[in-house]
T-cell receptor
Framework: KQEVTQIPAALSVPEGENLVLNCSFTDSAIYNLQWFRQDPGKGLTSLLLIQSSQREQTSGRLNASLDKSSGRSTLYIAASQPGDSATYLCAAYAGGTSYGKLTFGQGTILTVHP | DAGITQSPRYKITETGRQVTLMCHQTWSHSYMFWYRQDLGHGLRLIYYSAAADITDKGEVPDGYVVSRSKTENFPLTLESATRSQTSVYFC??????????????FGPGTRLTVT
């Protein structure tokens, strides 16, 4: 059974800092890995999807990497802003007989203070 | 509007009542999913559907029933609601094809309270 762990559970940083959120998964036979953002009381906003054949994806100040062999993904946020404050979730896509099923981590609560 | 919608957005019901949460998508995606989100457990898959009339259990299916008579709709029914089913429910959809896994798109969620 796939398990996804996110470290740290919470992170507080001053504005302008670069930061890294970590995600690890136990079953390396994943297809894709996706990072989401969730604001309090809101739904999930997709940030980046890394396909199994890729090692990283970039969107603006965000960069996500995927290392299937070590079972790890990282989300790098450059020059953090207060508007980046949210919960960040990573989720691993299964293949094979569990096609398309997502297993989520518990999330990292990020607070960026001015 | 194009996309994935859920209704109602908020629902309060009593223990023992039946309640149905609706999910509708306009992309003609073949796959649809239901998740629940709880503090301490994160998001967990309840049921999913690979196509109309094809459904399968996820991680936490007990107490829930799904159906999918049309590609665009995937209702989730709690046949006899319990307090433990108080949660936020998210619906998602994705394309599907043999040998590939496609990105899931999530609805805005339904906050359900069972009293």
């Amino acid at each position: 059974k796939q398990e996804v762990t996110q470290i740290p559970a919470a992170l507080s940083v001053p504005e302008g800092e670069n930061l890294v959120l970590n995600c690890s998964f136990t079953d390396s036979a994943i297809y894709n890995l996706q990072w989401f953002r969730q604001d309090p009381g809101k739904g999930l906003t997709s940030l980046l999807l890394i396909q199994s054949s890729q090692r990283e994806q970039t969107s603006g100040r965000l960069n996500a990497s995927l290392d299937k062999s070590s079972g790890r993904s990282t989300l790098y946020i450059a020059a953090s802003q207060p508007g980046d404050s949210a919960t960040y979730l990573c989720a691993a896509y299964a293949g094979g007989t569990s096609y398309g099923k997502l297993t989520f981590g518990q999330g990292t609560i990020l607070t960026v203070h001015p | 509007d194009a996309g994935i919608t859920q209704s109602p957005r908020y629902k309060i019901t009593e223990t023992g009542r039946q309640v149905t949460l609706m999910c509708h998508q306009t992309w003609s995606h073949s796959y649809m999913f239901w998740y629940r989100q709880d503090l301490g457990h994160g998001l967990r898959l309840i049921y999913y559907s690979a196509a109309a009339d094809i459904t399968d259990k996820g991680e936490v299916p007990d107490g829930y029933v799904v159906s999918r008579s049309k590609t665009e709709n995937f209702p989730l029914t709690l046949e006899s609601a319990t307090r433990s089913q108080t949660s936020v429910y998210f619906c998602a959809s994705s394309e599907g094809a043999s040998g590939r896994v496609y990105e899931q798109y999530f609805g805005p969620g339904t906050r359900l309270t069972v009293t």
